[in-house]
């Protein structure tokens, strides 16, 4: 599998300018998270989505950003207008559901390689 | 609120030695707890999975065990190597939908 895929790797841009950043999860991966890390704040949970549906996105920071899965391999979070504040790397991860019981699986976590935005 | 530490922010050993890096919690009613490693201007690239009825978890050098009464968890490294300079980062999931909260991470150098 190729993991999970990132774009655009690097995003240089202006204050005010739109800035989307795209995700594709693991194929059969049924949750998708958007994470930021920052030397300041470390790794920060923004929003998580499970089969397409978002659980929980008390970890946006503002109105400024939104994020949308339209479908199970693909996702977007977008912010707008963009500020300096904003410079940080976002990951995209996946996982599938974990399975309790006797035999236990899934669960894990699984990081694309991110996309560093520079807000100027 | 969950909280994860790690203790120490960063570790310099030589070629060889074992690493001993420290992971606690304070909520232990987890689910499942992972363990990352981060290279430079890299992604994080999964280590290890302890799920919550586990108490280890190996993978060749690696070992990793849990123990959730005293809200810790420990990764040792056997025999360390240069290439494995790196963060590792340890995060736990409280809820069964995967929400993992990570802790700062260990920054680890392996000198030669």
């Known amino acids: 599998d190729a993991g999970v895929i990132q774009s655009p790797r690097h995003e240089v841009t202006e204050m005010g300018q739109e800035v989307t950043l795209r995700c594709k999860p693991i194929s059969g991966h049924n949750s998708l998270f958007w994470y930021r890390q920052t030397m300041m704040r470390g790794l920060e949970l923004l929003i998580y989505?499970?089969?397409?549906?978002?659980?929980?996105d008390s970890g946006m920071p503002e109105d400024r950003f939104s994020a949308k899965m339209p479908n199970a391999s693909f996702s977007t979070l977008k912010i707008q207008p963009s500020e300096p504040r904003d410079s940080a790397v976002y990951f995209c991860a996946s996982s599938s559901d974990p399975v309790w019981g006797r035999e236990p699986r899934g669960g894990e976590l699984f990081f694309g390689e991110g996309s560093r935005l520079t807000v100027l | 609120k969950q909280e994860v530490t790690q203790i120490p922010a960063a570790l310099s050993v030589p070629e060889g030695e074992n690493l001993v890096l420290n992971c606690s919690f304070t909520?232990?009613?987890?689910?499942?707890l992972q363990w990352f490693r981060q290279d430079p201007g890299k992604g994080l690239t999964s280590l290890l999975l302890?799920?919550?009825?586990?108490r280890e978890q190996t993978s060749g050098r690696l070992n990793a065990s849990l123990d959730k009464s005293s809200g810790r968890s420990t990764l040792y490294i056997a025999a360390s190597q240069p290439g494995d300079s790196a963060t590792y980062l340890c995060a736990v999931t409280t809820d069964s939908w995967g929400k993992f909260q990570f802790g700062a991470g260990t920054q680890v150098v392996v000198t030669p």
């Open positions: 302890i799920q919550s009825s586990q």
């Open positions: 909520d232990s009613a987890i689910y499942n």
């Open positions: 989505f499970n089969n397409n549906v978002p659980i929980d």
